[in-house]
């Protein structure tokens, strides 16, 4: 690929007021996305993942702030630009969707309007041609009967037809980046499945990258080429999907991993418990000294409780944030 | 669904009071200010002078009638103008917060510290009588309720998920705050709204009263019973028939914010479907 990628995330770091002092909810955060690509950021809760796309699309807001580094889109850096730039970039050329299509669509206006509404705000289409492209957009994320739908309000439609009417909306304006966080936590297994199906289909057809944020790391390698492992506000491992089961380097991939029950294991068949990591996240305000990872690790040296690790390489595009990697 | 026996009845006597108003003229039997005529002074209820008539022997039936033209334009004009200031400054002081928000909240508070008709005294007082005077004077003093519902409304709704999904879809402030928030607080809205709407008719009655709304000779309730307290022994049906049609106006208005406030609740709406 030549140019500059698509989105590219340097150095990171997001700071959070607390009264008197500030705290880095997240450090050190770098990546990028090529055109097309897919981006898969898994993580615990709190660690960082959500409040890092927030970031990419300009929207932290007190108390959260970027204390460093850079996010550029396309070479360019996102920060820098007046608000009705970055205003024009939202939903036109970035999009997300979130975790609760209930709650993400406004329940007193029909879902036809809704999608209208991104061509006639970003496209300057007049409402007539808005609410025709909103029949054809309903059409294309498989939703029935699409010109009786679009009068329909959200609540009289199912989670899994909120979240399509969701990923219309999002992908009106033919978006370069789609931002995905947890995009089927709220939804029935099946319907997941079906959703992810879609929203990978639609992208791939339009060439539109995603950024998919996840608690899963299964499903994240499934729909991503690469993906990313944070921890505590640092990305700890940044992998080929391919190789993150099959070699990953950081203790606490190999736990994510170990944790996940795969068919024929010893674990499924009911012969050993499903291995955990033991503890929890540690709280922002307390982050422990060196790698943060250090009290939950198993392979945990002095070094890790003084000294955080730098990040080596592994491979062509690989790389890992640990003193004792495999 | 089953339509609340408030909102039924209170519907029915505002719509009672709106059809009066609009055919004042059909239904009227003579001219509420030309036709007088001393030959008929003072004449009590009666198959011909369904509401009798006033000293100067004009059908108060008439007069009645001509007047709900009056007190409703005041009603509802005085109340839309409420209405529209206290959603934009409320709606503004509770998206933007900040200084602005400081001085929407004084100002509400020192609007809710003035008794609103002593304000709309003082401003009547400087206008001089008149319609005109009366709208300013009672669309001014009377958004404070209005304007704290709609910053209470927009602090609440600007946590939603869709408010948060619209600022992230690239929609700029006055847009969400049109199609994201105002919709969505328009319920209460219109339920205060509806009560301002019959403060409003007691209000101008108050002021036409006490000699500075609508001046006679023309008919508005106020002034009406204004001019019959001196009768009030001798005449009766003076006070009683203009007492009356405010009575059941502004019944009528309460019942009806009351019948909508139960029907636009979110809760029961989404029961309703």
């Given at each position: 690929m030549t140019g500059p990628p698509l989105i590219e995330v340097e150095d990171l770091r997001i700071d959070l007021d607390v009264g008197p002092s500030?705290?880095?909810?997240?450090?050190?955060?770098?990546?990028?996305?090529?055109?097309g690509e897919t981006f898969g950021l898994v993580g615990e809760s709190g660690s960082g993942k959500s409040i890092t796309a927030l970031a990419l699309i300009g929207l932290l807001r007190q108390p959260l702030s970027i204390g460093a580094g850079a996010i550029r889109f396309e070479?360019?850096?996102?920060?820098?630009?007046?608000?009705?730039?970055?205003?024009?970039?939202?939903?036109?050329?970035?999009?997300?969707?979130?975790q609760e299509p209930m709650t993400a669509l406004n329940p007193v206006s029909p879902v036809g309007r809704q999608i209208a509404e991104m061509f006639v705000l970003h496209k300057g289409k007049n409402w007539r041609e808005a609410n025709q492209l909103a029949v054809e957009a309903l059409a294309s994320v498989r939703v029935p009967a699409p010109e009786r739908r679009v009068n329909d309000y959200p609540h009289q439609l199912s989670g899994g037809m909120r979240q399509r009417v969701m990923i219309a909306i999002a992908l009106a304006c033919g978006p370069d980046l789609l931002i995905a966080d947890e995009p089927t936590t709220a939804l029935?297994?099946?319907?997941?499945?079906?959703?992810?199906?879609?929203?990978?289909?639609?992208?791939?057809?339009?060439?539109?990258?995603?950024?998919?944020?996840?608690?899963?790391?299964?499903?994240?390698?499934?729909?991503?080429?690469?993906?990313?492992?944070?921890?505590?506000?640092?990305?700890?491992?940044?992998?080929?999907?391919?190789?993150?089961?099959?070699?990953?380097?950081?203790?606490y991939t190999q736990g994510l991993v170990d944790s996940l029950p795969r068919l024929g294991s010893r674990a499924v068949l009911g012969r050993t418990r499903l291995r955990e990591i033991a503890g929890v996240v540690p709280a922002i305000a307390d982050f422990p000294n060196g790698c943060r990872f250090n009290p939950r690790c198993a392979r945990a040296t002095e070094i890790c409780r003084t000294t955080a690790p730098e990040t080596t390489l592994l491979g062509a595009d690989g790389l890992v944030r640990c003193h004792h990697h495999a | 669904m089953k339509l609340g026996a408030s909102l039924i009845i209170g519907g029915a006597l505002f719509a009672l009071a709106i059809f009066v108003g609009l055919f004042a003229p059909w239904l009227a039997h003579t001219d509420p200010v030309m036709d007088a005529n001393l030959m008929n002074a003072e004449e009590p209820p009666s198959w011909i002078w369904w509401f009798g008539t006033d000293a100067q022997g004009r059908d108060i039936y008439s007069r009645v009638v001509h007047g709900a033209r009056i007190s409703l334009t005041v009603g509802i004009v005085s109340q839309l103008v409420n209405s529209v200031i206290g959603v934009t400054l409320g709606l503004t002081a509770g998206y933007w917060g900040g200084w602005w928000d400081d001085f929407v909240n004084g100002l509400t508070n020192l609007m809710l510290a003035i008794p609103s008709l002593i304000f709309a005294l003082a401003i009547m007082a400087v206008l001089g009588p008149g319609l005109t005077s009366l709208l300013i004077a009672l669309g001014l003093t009377n958004w404070s309720f209005t304007c704290r519902i709609a910053r209470a409304s927009t602090l609440s709704l600007k946590s939603q998920g869709y408010v948060q999904a619209a600022r992230v879809l690239g929609y700029g402030d006055m847009r969400i705050m049109i199609t994201q928030l105002l919709p969505n607080m328009l319920g209460p809205i219109i339920v205060i709204g509806t009560l301002g709407m019959g403060g409003a008719v007691l209000a101008e009655a108050a002021l036409s009263f006490l000699g500075l709304g609508i001046r006679p000779p023309y008919p508005s309730w106020g002034s009406m019973l204004s001019e019959a307290r001196d009768q009030i022994t001798t005449a009766p049906w003076l006070s009683i028939f203009p007492g009356l049609a405010i009575f059941l106006t502004v019944l009528g208005l309460n019942l009806l914010g009351d019948g909508l406030r139960d029907i636009l609740d979110p809760q029961s709406r989404s029961r309703r479907t």
């Open positions: 500030r705290v880095a909810a997240v450090e050190g955060v770098s990546f990028r996305i090529d055109r070479g360019r850096e996102i920060q820098g630009l007046p608000a009705a730039r970055q205003r024009a970039l939202r939903g036109n050329r970035i999009a997300m969707i979130f029935d297994v099946t319907v997941q499945a079906e959703i992810i199906e879609l929203m990978r289909n639609l992208c791939a057809e339009r060439g539109t990258a995603i950024l998919m944020i996840s608690h899963d790391l299964g499903l994240v390698a499934n729909v991503c080429r690469r993906v990313a492992v944070m921890y505590a506000g640092r990305i700890v491992e940044q992998r080929g999907s391919a190789d993150i089961f099959r070699a990953c380097a950081h203790p | -």
